[in-house]
């Protein structure tokens, strides 16, 4: 007889060795170096046995000794399914993979398109229809203690802290294994693999049970055939609606399940599995149930009475002293109790967080859903807590529903539940018309018919009172929850089942049809229903050589071939790896990501990686990311670009303004040559005269006196240069102060002339018309006198003519005042006429009587008084044009 | 399910537009998605007739458990041997699905045309 104390030693080995075997899968998997059977399609067909739990393990035989060969229903459905993998299941798993979708409401909110709130209905309906499931394996693991405390009476044995502790365990393994990554691409091999191994041990359990009871009891298939047909299950009697609508739920459960899909198809490595699951898990499923039945009659036949009919596979070994026998048999209730617990819990974490906790704390924080790299904890973390969270719900059901017989119809009920989600699934893999709306109202609408006819029923007591029951709502007899509208009679599971799924199925067919899809929604439709056309064929996360080598390929083409090579080079070495490529680890793919998404962006850096590594097609989103990341290039280049036109621009002014420069300083210096060699030439004549008056002892009186003449004229001439030269650099330097007065130009005109004409050898006839010059004018006059005088003078000094004449004529043009000074001489040379403005510019040396410095002042105190100062050429004489403002110089005066 | 060309993994349909035969590669794959049709019909079919004995059985006196057993799983091991060799079919006949990215599984005799 085994002690209480061997099975707990027994237990907890085992749950060490799961770990082992969890630690060690993902160790080989995070080198990369994964082992093939990690990817085998026989881990993948054992993980699909998750479905069998222990209300399988334990409940199916309790099943077969209260209804007969009804239990078989439950292996049926899921037979069936997997007799159409080729189109049914191949497309779910062959979408949830180019979708790289996480969990079945990630896959319905991405068919609809990307709708919240689908996803939040169905995790909820998971959550609700999930959690009573797991009591139920928290209950088995308890009942089947119970069996061997009872057994050991030495003992004292307390099932609450006993299950506290195995919920805690069953967390703390999912925790550590089910959120070691994030990505769907990585999947959980430690957990699949701990789960294979359970599978094997539950199989060989009950099998090696039901060999004992076949052979060692019954003493071969033929006695065993004759103690059937005598047992009180012995006569083919089964309910035709409950055979027909079993098969079918627990054909919709095995799809909609979370757990199943967790391990169907977000764990699934390789599409091509299905091809060896699609025999293999039913065979799996034959095996289980093989010998349910033998095991039923038997305990019937030789358990007393009151024995549990759900605890035979455990009891019988027991009362027939077999204590290994029943040790194993216990070891395969457990495995199936954990492993359905573990994975139940990972794949319901993974809806609340992603779809609950995630969506709650990214709106809390204020910040869309451009979040970087320190989300991955939260998430992570978000999981964690969400698997705790699940864990304390399903032992919180556990110890409210007292761990009584009530539990025992909870699997049903969670199959109808789930199955809810079955018309929205179904209708989006194959009908394009399916849309969100739709599948609100058929979900909605199947939850609540669910809630009311199936789920509250069975849980009675407050939450629905027996006089609900017997007479409905308001004693309204056709609302009575487990026959509505009249129809009695029915088994209240069909019933259920009818009516929820038949109105689920209506409203959401009804409501499609209604209802008008948004863009994105239609396009995910397409991508959906049509996904053999749209996505490559069926390629595995292999993590092969071929797979470096099109990384390589693509890198390449996008950093250049030579930071590639050094990229992978490094990438080899920090693998301790040889050879030039290194083999495609999470690790590895995450930096090459990193590293393409400095040059392509984040988002068409992770859909090229996931063209190549995880067969996943680009998805909608992917393709908005992509176009968004492109408009962000394209404003940034634009505004580089804007930026470049400016620094363009700025460069070709600092061109201008450096030739200006050059310009100005090659000016400076012919002017300082000029200055040195004007001052140079009066200071020559004066130094020599004065050397002579100064070394000459007799010099004559008349001499004397014309050398000193000299003297002083050059000194005159030196002092007037100054002078100019002082004047021109005021001029030049802004720092005049205008003189500003009204005055008439007459006046001014009259002034210049009368200071230029008298004491000349021949003075010049000065032509004008005084009724033009009447103008009043608000200008610094003495500085315009200075001008004319310097242009009359100009013409008297350089009129060439016979009968030299200066025309001065006025004329008002609008707000301009034009005085040309228009001589009848030959003028300035045409390639002088450009020169005369700038400084001891001359026209003829020969008639050198100033330092060429009149005209620069001229024309500086012209612009000074904004206005300006021309040389008009094709006057027949040298001519001048000064333009002065009429209007300005009365503002500037202001 | 499938696709209006060839392009796609499933039977192939109209690959070479509207001929009147198929070659005997094509043909073969058209039945096997038929195959794939009708195997969960057949298997459902399977299941639902020993709800006919219920019926039957009333004059001849009820059917054993036995007999249903037997029958049950019978049939249960038959549709998992048909499915196994169809899961062959497929690997014989579709070789665009079966085949690997290293070309490992590729049959010798690749139809170029798919």
Redesign the interface.
């Known amino acids: 007889m085994a002690s209480l104390n061997i099975l707990v030693a027994v237990c907890l080995g085992y749950v060490v060795f799961l770990f082992l075997v969890a630690f060690a899968a993902d160790r080989f998997a995070a080198r990369g170096a994964a082992a093939r059977w990690l990817r085998s399609p026989l881990v993948y067909t054992l993980s699909l046995s998750i479905y069998c739990t222990a209300w399988t393990f334990y409940g199916a035989v309790g099943y077969a000794a209260r209804s ?2 009804e239990f ?1 229903t439950i292996y ?1 459905g899921p ?10 299941l191949r ?1 779910l798993v062959r979408v949830g993979r180019s979708q790289r979708v996480t969990s079945i409401a990630d896959l319905i909110s991405s068919r609809y398109g990307k709708s919240n709130m689908l996803a939040i209905g169905v995790t909820i309906l998971a959550v609700i229809g999930v959690t009573p499931y797991i009591a139920l394996q928290l209950q088995s693991i308890t009942l089947s203690f119970e069996i061997f405390a009872e057994a050991d009476p030495e003992q004292k044995y307390l099932s609450g802290s006993s299950v506290f502790w195995v919920a805690t365990g069953l967390a703390v393994f999912a925790i550590l294994f089910g959120t070691r990554n994030l990505d769907a691409n990585e999947r959980h091999h430690g957990v699949v693999t701990a789960v294979a191994v359970e599978a094997v041990v539950k199989l060989v359990a009950l099998l090696a049970v039901g060999i004992f009871v076949v052979w060692g009891l019954a003493g071969g298939v033929g006695e065993m ?2 103690r ?2 005598a ?1 009180e ?6 309910d ?1 609606g409950r ?2 609508g079993i ?1 079918f739920l627990s054909a919709a459960a095995f799809l909609c399940l979370p757990r199943m899909f967790q391990v169907m198809v977000v764990e699934n490595v390789d599409e ?1 599995h299905l ?2 699951a ?2 293999a898990f ?2 799996y499923l ?1 095996l289980m149930s ?1 010998f349910v ?1 033998p095991i039923a009659v038997m305990g019937l036949d030789i358990m007393p009475e009151t024995a549990n009919p759900d605890l035979f596979v455990l009891t019988i070994p027991l009362s027939q002293g077999q204590g290994g026998l029943a040790m194993l048999s216990f070891l395969g209730g457990f495995s199936s109790a954990t492993s359905m617990v573990i994975v139940a819990a990972m794949a319901l974490s993974t809806m609340v967080s992603n779809h609950i906790v995630m969506p709650i704390w990214l709106r809390s924080r204020g910040s869309g859903a451009s979040v970087s790299g320190d989300v991955r904890n939260v998430v992570l973390m978000a999981r964690r807590i969400s698997i705790a969270g699940v864990m304390v719900l399903g032992y919180v059901y556990y110890t409210l529903s007292g761990g009584g017989a009530a539990l025992a119809a909870i699997g049903l009920i969670a199959f109808a539940g789930i199955a809810q989600i079955l018309p929205a699934l179904v209708g989006g893999l194959f009908w394009r018309g399916a849309t969100r709306v739709g599948a609100l109202a058929g979900l909605s609408a199947g939850f609540i018919l669910w809630l009311y006819t199936m789920l509250l029923p069975n849980l009675g007591g407050v939450l629905m009172p027996e006089t609900v029951l017997a007479y409905g709502p308001f004693g309204i007899g056709w609302l009575r929850p487990e026959a509505l509208f009249g129809i009695d009679g029915l088994d209240p599971t069909i019933h259920a089942v009818i009516w929820s799924l038949g109105l689920n199925t209506t409203m959401f067919c009804l409501f499609s049809l209604a209802s008008f899809p948004s863009p994105l929604e239609r396009l995910q439709g397409a991508q959906f229903v ?1 996904v ?2 749209h996505s490559a ?4 996360w ?1 993590g ?1 050589f ?2 470096s080598e099109d990384l390589m390929i693509m890198s390449q083409r996008i950093l250049g071939a030579a930071e590639a090579q050094t990229f992978f080079q490094r990438e080899v070495t920090r693998q301790g790896g040889r050879g030039h490529l290194p083999e495609p680890t999470p690790g590895f793919l995450e930096r090459l990501e990193r590293k393409l998404s400095g040059s392509v962006g984040a988002a068409a850096a992770h859909a090229m990686i996931g063209q190549i590594v995880g067969g996943s097609s680009v998805s909608v989103e992917d393709l908005l990311a992509v176009a968004d990341e492109t408009q962000q290039m394209l404003e940034y280049s634009n505004r580089l670009e804007e930026q470049s036109a400016q620094l363009t621009r700025t460069a070709a002014q600092l061109r201008d303004a450096n030739e200006k420069l050059t310009q100005i300083s090659l000016q400076k210096d012919a002017f300082l040559s000029q200055v040195s060699h004007e001052l140079r030439t009066p200071m020559t004549s004066i130094r020599a005269f004065s050397e002579i008056l100064r070394d000459t002892d007799e010099l004559e009186a008349e001499d004397k006196t014309r050398y000193a003449t000299i003297i002083h004229d050059e000194a005159l001439r030196l002092t007037r240069l100054l002078d100019d030269l002082l004047d021109l650099s005021v001029l030049e330097s802004g720092q005049v102060n205008l003189n500003i007065r009204s005055g008439r130009l007459s006046e001014v005109l009259d002034r210049a002339v009368a200071t230029v004409l008298p004491g000349a050898d021949r003075p010049i006839r000065v032509i004008r018309r005084s009724e033009d010059e009447g103008v009043d004018l608000d200008s610094d006059l003495d500085r315009l006198g200075q001008v004319f005088i310097n242009l009359i003078s100009n013409a008297q000094k350089y009129c060439d003519a016979e009968q030299p004449e200066l025309r001065i004529q006025v004329h008002r043009i609008g707000d301009t005042l034009r005085i040309d000074f228009v001589d009848n001489g030959n003028g300035i040379p045409a390639d002088a006429q450009k020169m005369v403005f700038e400084k001891f510019a001359r026209v003829s040396s020969e008639k050198a009587g100033g330092a060429g410095l009149g005209l620069a002042i001229c024309r500086e105190i012209i612009q000074r008084l904004e206005g300006d100062i021309r040389y008009l050429p094709g006057e027949g004489g040298g001519a001048f044009r000064v333009t002065l403002p009429v209007a300005t110089g009365r503002m500037a005066a202001q | ?1 499938t ?2 060309d060839g ?4 039977a192939g349909h109209g690959a070479r537009g509207p001929a009147m035969f198929l070659e005997r590669r094509s043909y073969r794959r058209r039945r096997l ?1 038929d195959a ?2 009708l ?2 019909i ?3 079919v399977l ?2 007739i ?2 006919l ?2 019926i039957s ?1 009333s004059e001849a006196g ?8 037997t029958y ?2 019978v049939v ?2 038959l ?3 048909v ?2 060799l ?2 062959m079919g ?2 014989r006949w579709a070789e ?7 070309g490992g599984e590729l049959s010798p005799d690749e139809d170029k045309s798919l």
Do not use: C, Y
């Not at chain 1, 064929?537 to 595995?540: A, F, I, L, S, T």
């Open positions: 007969g060969l078989v049926l037979t069936l399914v997997m007799m159409a993998w080729w189109w049914g497309k055939m004759a059937i047909d047992s299950i012995g006569e083919w009697h089964v035709s055979w027909v098969t091509r091809r060896i699609a025999w039913p065979l034959l093989l039945v049509n053999f056309e064929g069926p390629r595995g292999t092969s071929a797979q | 399910m696709g209006p392009s796609d993994d499933t998605m794939a049709k195997l969960p057949f298997g459902a299941f639902l020993p709800l004995w219920l059985g009820p059917v054993p458990t036995s007999r249903a057993i049950i799983f249960w091991a549709l998992i041997a499915n196994a169809f899961g497929v690997k665009t699905w079966v085949k690997s990215d290293q």
